[in-house]
């Protein structure tokens, strides 16, 4: 089966909107959302609306994007590439069932 592919981020969602379309990138996702609404509240309403279903992968760059994927019980993939998390080698030394990763390209 396909894969839904969400994108989730702190920046503005009609900007996000914008650029991925003048960039010839939306339609590789199913959905982009942004702020205002806050990552945790996207999901909520995701959830609640059966827009996705688990099990599922959360890819992110920040401590704050793995706080939400274990909220929520999704999979954590770290991409140190795009990170601006300082001391995120000692942060995930002690977590589990969190892949890290340079980018999207080792998958």
């Known amino acids: 089966g396909k894969c839904k592919v969400i994108m989730i981020s702190g920046g503005d969602q009609k900007e996000l909107q914008a650029v991925f379309k003048a960039r010839g990138l939306a339609h590789r996702f199913d959905l982009i959302f942004g702020s205002p609404e806050s990552k945790e509240d996207i999901l909520k309403n995701l959830l609640k609306t059966k827009s996705f279903e688990r099990p599922a ?18 999979d954590f993939y770290f991409l140190t590439k795009y990170t601006e998390f300082s001391g995120w080698e000692k942060f995930f030394h002690t977590k589990s069932k969190v892949t890290i990763m340079n980018t999207f390209e080792e998958l």
């Open 57 to 74: 992968v959360y890819f992110g760059d920040g401590e704050y994007d793995y706080k939400i994927a274990k909220q929520f019980a999704l």
